[in-house]
């Protein structure tokens, strides 16, 4: 599933292509996704203007101009395609196929962007003028931004027995975090992904903060990982997965120099966890 930086790649190639354009045409070729879709989503999308384009955790905000906010969730497979005339160095893989074109949105300048979904556990929803989105309201700081701090991390782990790895992918504690960037980041701040999230010094959690902005900035530089269906708006691959340094390498060595550990793997609430048990303690 898509984390933070995949979502956050796709909101910056879709800004030049959807902020401030109209959507002069709106589609629902289905009824549903992984809900429903609100009965009057073409009506009210039909004319709007786009007048921001935000991320909110893994979550996608269009906000539009006559009020309420058109809100996505990419799933496990969602993707969202940019095609128009024009639009060089944009393509579109023949393996994507247009049966799955679930929701199309097209601007006054011609150009359509695509909600794609083969597996259809991706969401669109309307968020009504003045109204909380369920699905918004527990979630924690952004990561990246000043909110998600080392003493706020410290003041959320206070007291807990759970592993850092889970508490870290808990979204009321952070959001957007996901498996990968967790395990890439406790393995730079060298911390065991089972330690007790309550039992981790006040120096360690400063560290864990600035590393967990490092991955995250380094993988959104890169577009994302490519594990399977990630694209960005381009139709370009990811590349951050050809830097992993523990993710998905169970039994390679660790990259970390003069260090002789193996890359081990460890399943925590139904999640394989990736570390090194001689670096990370």
């Given at each position: ?5 995949e ?7 879709l800004i ?22 609100p009965?009057?989503?073409v009506?009210?999308l ?20 006559r ?37 199309v ?7 359509s ?10 969401m669109?929803?309307l ?12 979630l ?27 508490a870290?992918l ?12 967790v ?8 911390i065991?992904?089972r ?7 006040a120096a360690?959690?400063e ?19 490519s ?17 992993f ?23 925590q609430?139904?999640?394989?966890s ?8």
């Amino acid at each position: 599933m898509p984390e933070l930086p995949e979502v956050e790649t796709v909101r910056r190639g879709l800004i030049p292509h959807l902020e401030g354009r109209v959507i002069a045409r709106a589609e629902a070729r289905r009824p549903d996704l992984r809900w429903p879709l609100p009965v009057d989503l073409v009506q009210v999308l039909t004319g709007a203007r786009v007048t921001a384009l935000r991320r909110r955790s893994k979550y996608l905000l269009l906000d539009l101009d006559r009020g309420g906010v058109l809100l996505m969730h990419l799933g496990m497979s969602g993707r969202l395609l940019v095609e128009g005339a024009g639009l060089a160095g944009f393509h579109r893989d023949p393996s994507i196929l247009s049966r799955h074109d679930h929701v199309v949105l097209t601007t006054d300048e011609g150009t359509s962007i695509t909600f794609n979904d083969a597996r259809r556990f991706g969401m669109v929803d309307l968020i009504r003028e003045g109204e909380a989105h369920p699905l918004l309201g527990h979630l924690g700081p952004e990561p990246l931004e000043p909110d998600f701090s080392a003493a706020y991390l410290q003041a959320s782990f206070g007291g807990k027995k759970a592993p850092v790895k889970q508490a870290l992918l808990d979204q009321r504690i952070v959001a957007g975090l996901g498996n990968i960037y967790v395990s890439e980041a406790l393995y730079r701040a060298g911390i065991d992904p089972r330690r007790q999230a309550g039992r981790i010094g006040a120096a360690r959690i400063e560290a864990l903060v600035g590393h967990v902005r490092e991955v995250l900035a380094e993988a959104i530089a890169a577009g994302g990982s490519s594990l399977r269906d990630h694209r960005q708006a381009t139709g370009e691959l990811g590349y951050f997965q050809h830097s992993f340094r523990v993710y998905d390498r169970e039994g390679a060595p660790c990259p970390t120099s003069g260090c002789s550990g193996t890359i081990r793997r460890v399943v925590q609430s139904g999640r394989s966890s990736f570390y090194c048990p001689t670096c990370q303690h």
